[in-house]
């Protein structure tokens, strides 16, 4: 048994011996050695050829070497073309035209570099390894971007990465920013280094490392409050990742721009450390009212959220029970709210308190007594947890719009047009409106041609689809507009039957929280590849929605080869009450159309004149002489509109060489005129004109600068056109509507149109 436990064991080795040569095609690992040796260290060499300016270029002429351990990886895409390294006495970039660079040069790797015959300079402030380049702009060389083969011929690896020799220098945001003298910046500037206890400003567990559309800068605080920026590339991978929040260290790489700011490049989001990731408090997860009560005065500050309830009633100066809380809207005072865990409490111990600033934009949105419907609505509010006016409460909060959020719009405007002509073409929307992406990075921007200006989005040269892009309009008080109608002109081109754009009322101006009523307007169409004219969406009307409301225009879009353009313009909200502004076409001939063939002279009971012309009738369908397209009247009533039916004969047996109508004279001028057109038969297409007489003397003289020429031979029969004109005529005014003829010949009864819903704004 002992020989057979012998034999066992010898073949045991034996087995284990032939397993351990399995790999012996396996190549044994090279361990890269470089030839050459630093003699100069990197703070020495950047110290003998450092110029000031922002751009210059310089070549090493001896046979100099330096050496560094890389401290930089592009791996996460937020350092772009560009490889940092770093020794015992300072860092320094190199700038190379690739891309991956960390496949090749890992963090840890140490470099040897000839410097011989290599260049050194600054590009735009940044001391940096790069190639010659001519700056014409400022007549200047500065160091530009290399090849990979460039930088290969002079660099030699040593070792394998050695994550040991990768220490970041401990700074203060104060010994960088706000000194640009030659000394810090040579000892500073490709440093990888390490700040310890600062806070990312405006971090709320929301607030990404970067937008969508761009790079973008997002500041870390210390506690003396010292800044300093930290670039973040919108193609970061970690660029929708939301900024850590609390306090932590954050390392990088600092660098210096042109303005002579200083700058700090993440590598990937473990250059964060210690961050608290509690996120109580902030605007995600805010405190509920008993929480903040419970953490009351004790030095607590952050977003609290819950109901409003009532305000503190006038007098008042300690709250010691129920009776000091006006429980009712609209409230005597404006200056206070308080908030309940819920919209029915009605106890003030379990309730907290907040003012309303004099002057604050909290005061203005905000009062129970201005907006008695904020009653039992949610609201969020950020501030301190301390004692207010003896209960419960939230202090320092200063009223900004920074620091409260309603759930529901107040206030806003009563009338609204916006043309976009006082903005810059590619410049910043009208005060009040407001962009937002949720999806991808394409934005509404603002375009002109021929001499107009308006709002315009397209998916075209967007990088990262799907797009969903909102323009939004200012709030709209709707409850207290005269007018309570919306409209605007909208064109379409290379429509292919996708990318839309849809119209939604909104209950606030963010689409991610808002309730969203869809509407629905006319919009453009054309055909594949081409383009529409500006028409319009028809005036939509909005008096059901009592309250504040916001319109969002949004466009969604996947990824595609070619992508739809919309373009929006004359965006139109409330105004005057229509008082007596629209015809009153259903008097004519006591309200009954007439043959499609009866042509004659009819007067309505406000003075509008019809000659050579018939009547029409909107209705359910079509049944002549009534005809669905005319529809109802645009007076906010149910009941149908009448339209009249100009001929286009030349020899009317009234006298007059085609068909005309005439308004009444119009006191104190017209704003804007809009109506409804289109044709019943065969005739082809539509052609009219609109004159504007001055009344002011009696005899009318003609305003020749607001003629209107309508003329559309491709119109379709049966299919109903909107038409608005902003006139601004400020005159007792008559409004004369003359039939064209859109044919050659008009000897027979042809070439005939009706227009309805003819409607105009006063002065």
Same mark, same amino acid.
């Given at each position: 048994m002992k020989r057979f436990n012998l034999f066992l064991n010898a073949l045991l080795l034996m087995l284990v011996a032939v397993g351990c040569n399995e790999d012996f095609d396996t190549p044994p690992m090279v361990v890269p050695h470089a030839e050459h040796q630093a003699n100069m260290t990197i703070a020495e060499f950047k110290a003998k050829y450092w110029q000031d300016g922002r751009n210059f270029i310089d070549t090493c002429k001896e046979d100099t070497y330096i050496h560094g351990w890389v401290t930089s990886s592009d791996e996460e895409g937020n350092i772009y073309k560009h490889l940092y390294i770093q020794d015992e006495t300072g860092g320094l970039g190199i700038s190379i035209d690739a891309n991956s660079i960390c496949n090749t040069y890992r963090v840890g790797q140490e470099i040897v570099i000839s410097m011989k015959d290599f260049w050194i300079g600054k590009y735009n402030g940044e001391y940096l390894i790069g190639k010659p380049e001519w700056y014409a702009a400022q007549s200047v060389w500065e160091a530009g971007r290399m090849t990979l083969d460039q930088f290969k011929e002079h660099a030699e690896l040593e070792g394998l990465p050695n994550l040991d020799?990768?220490?970041? *220098?401990? *700074?203060?945001?104060?010994?960088?920013?706000?000194?640009?003298?030659?000394?810090?910046?040579?000892?500073y500037q490709g440093q990888f280094v390490i700040i310890r206890n600062v806070e990312w400003e405006g971090a709320d567990g929301v607030l990404t490392y970067s937008e969508?559309?761009?790079?973008?800068?997002?500041?870390?605080?210390?506690?003396?409050?010292?800044?300093?920026?930290?670039? &973040?590339?919108?193609?970061?991978?970690?660029?929708?990742?939301?900024?850590?929040?609390?306090?932590?260290?954050?390392?990088?790489?600092?660098?210096?721009?042109?303005?002579d700011k200083w700058g700090l490049y993440l590598r990937d989001t473990n250059d964060c450390i210690g961050f608290d990731n509690d996120t109580k408090g902030y605007f995600s997860d805010p405190w509920t009212v008993p929480e903040a009560i419970e953490l009351q005065n004790s030095g607590k500050k952050g977003w609290v959220t819950g109901y409003i309830v009532g305000a503190i009633a006038p007098g008042v100066t300690q709250v010691t029970g129920n009776g000091d809380i006006e429980w009712e809207a609209p409230t005597t005072l404006d200056n206070t709210l308080v908030i309940a865990p819920s919209a029915d409490v009605r106890d003030y111990s379990k309730c907290i308190a907040v003012a309303l600033p004099q002057g604050s934009s909290f005061r203005r949105d905000a009062s129970l007594k201005d907006f008695?419907?904020?009653?039992?609505?949610?609201?969020?509010?950020?501030?301190?947890?301390?004692?207010?006016?003896?209960?419960?409460?939230?202090?320092?909060?200063?009223?900004?719009?920074?620091?409260?959020?309603?759930?529901?719009?107040?206030?806003?405007v009563t009338e609204l047009y916006e043309d976009f002509e006082s903005c810059n073409k590619n410049g910043s929307m009208p005060d009040g409106w407001r962009l937002m992406k949720t999806s991808g990075d394409k934005d509404w921007y603002i375009d002109e041609f021929d001499s107009n200006k308006y709002a315009a989005v397209t998916g075209?040269?967007?990088?990262?689809?799907?797009?969903?892009?909102?323009?939004?309009?200012?709030?709209?008080?709707?409850?207290?507009?005269g007018r309570k109608e919306f409209s605007f002109m909208n064109k379409v081109r290379y429509y292919r039957g996708t990318d839309p754009i849809e119209v939604y009322l909104m209950s606030t101006n963010?689409?991610?929280? =808002?309730?969203?009523?869809?509407?629905?307007?006319?919009?453009?169409? =054309?055909?594949?590849?081409?383009?529409?004219?500006?028409?319009?969406?028809?005036?939509?009307?909005?008096?059901?929605?009592?309250?504040?409301?916001?319109?969002g225009?949004?466009?969604?879009?996947?990824?595609?080869? &070619?992508?739809?353009?919309?373009?929006?313009? &004359?965006?139109?909200?409330g105004g005057k009450a229509l008082l007596q502004t629209i015809?009153?076409?259903?008097?004519?001939?006591?309200?009954?159309?007439?043959?499609?063939?009866?042509?004659?002279?009819?007067?309505? =009971?406000?003075?509008?004149?019809?000659?050579?012309?018939g009547l029409l009738k909107g209705g359910p369908t079509d049944a002549a002489p009534v005809y669905s397209m005319i529809g109802k009247k645009a007076d906010g009533s149910d009941r149908w509109a009448h339209a009249v039916h100009l001929n286009g004969k030349l020899d009317s047996p009234q006298g007059n060489p085609m068909g005309v109508l005439y308004s009444p004279v119009i006191k104190g001028g017209i704003k804007t005129l809009s109506f409804s057109y289109g044709y019943v038969l065969t005739d082809p297409g539509v052609s009219f004109t609109i004159y504007f007489y001055d009344m002011t003397q009696g005899n009318p003289v003609e305003i020749t600068s607001k003629r209107i020429n309508v003329h559309d031979p491709s119109a379709t029969k049966l299919t109903?056109?909107?038409?608005? =004109?902003?006139?601004?005529?400020?005159?007792?005014?008559?409004?004369?509507?003359?039939s064209n003829g859109v044919s050659s010949n008009s000897t027979g009864n042809k070439d005939r149109f009706a227009i309805w819903n003819i409607m105009w704004e006063p002065m």
């Amino acid at each position: 048994m002992k020989r057979f436990n012998l034999f066992l064991n010898a073949l045991l080795l034996m087995l284990v011996a032939v397993g351990c040569n399995e790999d012996f095609d396996t190549p044994p690992m090279v361990v890269p050695h470089a030839e050459h040796q630093a003699n100069m260290t990197i703070a020495e060499f950047k110290a003998k050829y450092w110029q000031d300016g922002r751009n210059f270029i310089d070549t090493c002429k001896e046979d100099t070497y330096i050496h560094g351990w890389v401290t930089s990886s592009d791996e996460e895409g937020n350092i772009y073309k560009h490889l940092y390294i770093q020794d015992e006495t300072g860092g320094l970039g190199i700038s190379i035209d690739a891309n991956s660079i960390c496949n090749t040069y890992r963090v840890g790797q140490e470099i040897v570099i000839s410097m011989k015959d290599f260049w050194i300079g600054k590009y735009n402030g940044e001391y940096l390894i790069g190639k010659p380049e001519w700056y014409a702009a400022q007549s200047v060389w500065e160091a530009g971007r290399m090849t990979l083969d460039q930088f290969k011929e002079h660099a030699e690896l040593e070792g394998l990465p050695n994550l040991d020799k990768i220490k970041p *220098v401990e *700074v203060e945001i104060g010994d960088v920013v706000g000194h640009s003298d030659a000394e810090t910046q040579l000892k500073y500037q490709g440093q990888f280094v390490i700040i310890r206890n600062v806070e990312w400003e405006g971090a709320d567990g929301v607030l990404t490392y970067s937008e969508s559309s761009s790079s973008t800068t997002r500041n870390i605080k210390d506690e003396e409050g010292n800044v300093l920026g930290v670039n &973040n590339s919108n193609y970061a991978n970690f660029r929708g990742d939301p900024l850590p929040l609390g306090k932590g260290d954050v390392q990088g790489i600092l660098y210096m721009t042109g303005s002579d700011k200083w700058g700090l490049y993440l590598r990937d989001t473990n250059d964060c450390i210690g961050f608290d990731n509690d996120t109580k408090g902030y605007f995600s997860d805010p405190w509920t009212v008993p929480e903040a009560i419970e953490l009351q005065n004790s030095g607590k500050k952050g977003w609290v959220t819950g109901y409003i309830v009532g305000a503190i009633a006038p007098g008042v100066t300690q709250v010691t029970g129920n009776g000091d809380i006006e429980w009712e809207a609209p409230t005597t005072l404006d200056n206070t709210l308080v908030i309940a865990p819920s919209a029915d409490v009605r106890d003030y111990s379990k309730c907290i308190a907040v003012a309303l600033p004099q002057g604050s934009s909290f005061r203005r949105d905000a009062s129970l007594k201005d907006f008695p419907e904020l009653l039992g609505t949610q609201i969020w509010v950020k501030g301190t947890l301390a004692t207010f006016m003896e209960m419960a409460g939230i202090t320092d909060n200063t009223g900004s719009i920074e620091e409260y959020k309603l759930s529901i719009m107040t206030g806003g405007v009563t009338e609204l047009y916006e043309d976009f002509e006082s903005c810059n073409k590619n410049g910043s929307m009208p005060d009040g409106w407001r962009l937002m992406k949720t999806s991808g990075d394409k934005d509404w921007y603002i375009d002109e041609f021929d001499s107009n200006k308006y709002a315009a989005v397209t998916g075209y040269t967007g990088k990262q689809p799907p797009f969903e892009a909102w323009l939004i309009t200012p709030a709209l008080d709707i409850k207290n507009a005269g007018r309570k109608e919306f409209s605007f002109m909208n064109k379409v081109r290379y429509y292919r039957g996708t990318d839309p754009i849809e119209v939604y009322l909104m209950s606030t101006n963010d689409p991610t929280t =808002a309730e969203l009523i869809k509407l629905e307007p006319t919009l453009a169409t =054309a055909a594949d590849g081409g383009q529409s004219d500006f028409i319009s969406s028809g005036v939509i009307d909005l008096s059901q929605y009592d309250g504040t409301y916001c319109i969002g225009f949004c466009y969604k879009s996947q990824q595609q080869s &070619n992508y739809t353009t919309w373009q929006i313009d &004359n965006v139109k909200f409330g105004g005057k009450a229509l008082l007596q502004t629209i015809d009153d076409f259903e008097t004519m001939n006591d309200g009954n159309p007439t043959s499609q063939s009866q042509f004659a002279e009819w007067t309505s =009971a406000k003075g509008w004149r019809a000659v050579n012309a018939g009547l029409l009738k909107g209705g359910p369908t079509d049944a002549a002489p009534v005809y669905s397209m005319i529809g109802k009247k645009a007076d906010g009533s149910d009941r149908w509109a009448h339209a009249v039916h100009l001929n286009g004969k030349l020899d009317s047996p009234q006298g007059n060489p085609m068909g005309v109508l005439y308004s009444p004279v119009i006191k104190g001028g017209i704003k804007t005129l809009s109506f409804s057109y289109g044709y019943v038969l065969t005739d082809p297409g539509v052609s009219f004109t609109i004159y504007f007489y001055d009344m002011t003397q009696g005899n009318p003289v003609e305003i020749t600068s607001k003629r209107i020429n309508v003329h559309d031979p491709s119109a379709t029969k049966l299919t109903a056109y909107n038409y608005n =004109a902003e006139l601004d005529i400020n005159c007792d005014v008559m409004i004369k509507i003359q039939s064209n003829g859109v044919s050659s010949n008009s000897t027979g009864n042809k070439d005939r149109f009706a227009i309805w819903n003819i409607m105009w704004e006063p002065m």
